[in-house]
T-cell receptor, first 115, second 114 residues
Framework: KAGVTQTPRYLIKTRGQQVTLSCSPI?????VSWYQQTPGQGLQFLFE???????NKGNFPGRFSGRQFSNSRSEMNVSTLELGDSALYLC??????????????FGEGSRLTVL | AQSVAQPEDQVNVAEGNPLTVKCTYS??????LFWYVQYPNRGLQFLLK??????LVKGSYGFEAEFNKSQTSFHLKKPSALVSDSALYFC????????????FGKGTRLSVIA
């Protein structure tokens, strides 16, 4: 069974640009969560989608947005990039809504560098 | 709101010695507790979880964790550390009372020295 796939793995952008990251969950998983990982802050929750609906949202500015498609694939977008957005963005899927007892399965992440 | 604290940024242990990585949590309802491990340039891998039942939970690669409700702790342990255990370890908690996301601690870097 294929794992969680995130693309691109690495990307470099400049301030003010926007970026779109993609995540394909494990087949059959309908819940997708996104996290931002930085050395100082650890993992910060961005948002969670289940069946194309955003179910939870973290404390990030409106520049961060996401969506989920009918095939459960998810994208997140960051507009007007700032230097502080440089981070590893991790996607995780689970078989049910994340507010349950199941563990999350993580992709390897998309490492964004903003210059 | 739930939260997790991992009081040690770094833990160093000699190969063959027991290791402990500490975690304390705060939730309103019943805690669902998880440990994950991250190797360099990789995503997080699930190690073990506590939902209910026996306070001692056994997981992958010989790791175990003990749930202590009175101390609101969920420390990760292994009887004999391996150099290959060197990685970044994350504790996470979800409030079982509601539909809330999984919240992670800031991570503890474990270094096992040969």
């Amino acid at each position: 069974k294929a794992g969680v796939t995130q693309t691109p793995r690495y990307l470099i952008k400049t301030r003010g640009q926007q970026v779109t990251l993609s995540c394909s969950p494990i087949s059959g998983h309908r819940s997708v969560s996104w996290y931002q990982q930085t050395p100082g802050q650890g993992l910060q929750f961005l948002f969670e989608y289940f069946s194309e609906t955003q179910r939870n949202k973290g404390n990030f500015p409106g520049r961060f947005s996401g969506r989920q498609f009918s095939n459960s694939r998810s994208e997140m977008n960051v507009s007007t990039l700032e230097l502080g957005d440089s981070a590893l963005y991790l996607c995780a899927s689970s078989s049910r809504l994340a507010g349950n007892t199941g563990e999350l399965f993580f992709g390897e992440g998309s490492r964004l560098t903003v210059l | 709101a739930q939260s997790v604290a991992q009081p040690e940024d770094q833990v160093n242990v000699a190969e063959g010695n027991p290791l402990t990585v500490k975690c304390t949590y705060s939730v309103s309802g019943n805690p669902y507790l998880f440990w994950y491990v991250q190797y360099p340039n990789r995503g997080l891998q699930f190690l073990l979880k506590y939902i209910t039942g026996d306070n001692l939970v056994k997981g992958s690669y010989g790791f175990e964790a003990e749930f202590n409700k009175s101390q609101t702790s969920f420390h990760l342990k292994k009887p004999s550390a391996l150099v290959s255990d060197s990685a970044l370890y994350f504790c996470a908690v979800r409030d079982g009372a509601g539909n809330t996301p999984l919240v992670f601690g800031k991570g503890t870097r474990l270094s096992v020295i040969a």
